[in-house]
């Protein structure tokens, strides 16, 4: 199968931390991706892994990466308000010549 | 500057007609991307083309088609065959494989 599975809802305090959670099935997938997708816009890249790597850090985001269980993860550090926002994990796919698969979307809500 | 620019912003269409949306990138990308986005699904793949005057079926290609004929343009054509065309389209470009996508802006179609 082709599936990248997202929650499609996560609410936090400005401060907090927040994890976005994706899973995806095609053990051939060589980079993992997170975009973010601001209201009528279209998507901007945030980060990706390799999937030979299990953790990358770039600032206030931390990417995980379990290839075992087919699980990666996006934790934002200190969420502001104006990272609410949707964002999807995308899946680049090794053996259908590059395809490049998405999830369906968490919508991330940051309150004051 | 360099981009992918999807043209128009928003579209209105009456039933029953043909209409065509536009994408053009100048960052010397080798593949193109068509996407629909429709809420709480997450971006479908219609089309892709890895190289000029080649491109393959996405998951959701009936009722579409699209055209390479030069490396910078990838026009999508949503035909009457499309059953439910409303919706958010979006383009994407990349260097051939193993690699980030960029987006367009997006275009908003609307069936009247």
Redesign the interface.
């Known amino acids: 199968g ?1 599936d ?1 599975e ?1 929650s ?1 809802f996560l609410s936090v305090r400005e401060g907090d931390s927040s994890v976005i959670n994706c899973t995806y099935t095609d053990s051939s997938s ?2 993992l ?1 997170w ?1 973010k997708q601001e209201p ?6 945030l980060t ?1 892994i390799f999937s030979n790597m299990d953790m990358k850090q770039d600032q206030r985001l931390t990417v995980l990466l379990n290839k075992k269980d087919k699980h990666l993860s996006l934790r934002i550090a200190d969420t502001q308000t104006g990272d609410s926002a949707i964002y ?1 994990c ?1 899946e ?1 796919q ?1 053996n259908q ?9 968490t919508e991330l809500s940051v309150k004051p | 500057d360099g981009g992918i620019t999807q043209s128009p912003k928003y579209l209105f269409r009456k039933e029953g007609q043909n209409v065509t949306l536009s994408c053009e990138q100048n960052l010397n990308h080798d593949a193109m991307y068509w996407y629909r986005q429709d809420p709480g699904q997450g971006l479908r793949l219609i089309y892709y083309s890895q190289i000029v005057n080649d491109f393959q079926k996405g998951d959701i290609a009936e009722g579409y088609s699209v055209s390479r004929e030069k490396k910078e343009s990838f026009p999508l054509t949503v035909t009457s065959a499309q059953k439910n065309p409303t919706a958010f389209y979006l383009c994407a470009s990349s260097m051939r494989y193993n690699t980030e996508a960029f987006f367009g802006q997006g275009t908003r179609l609307t069936v009247v």
Do not use: H, M, N, S
Request: net charge positive; hydrophobic share 35%; glycine share 24%.
């Open positions: 082709e990248v997202q499609l060589t980079y991706y975009y009528g816009a279209g998507l901007q890249l990706y999807f995308a680049r090794g010549g590059g395809k490049l698969i998405f999830g369906q979307g």
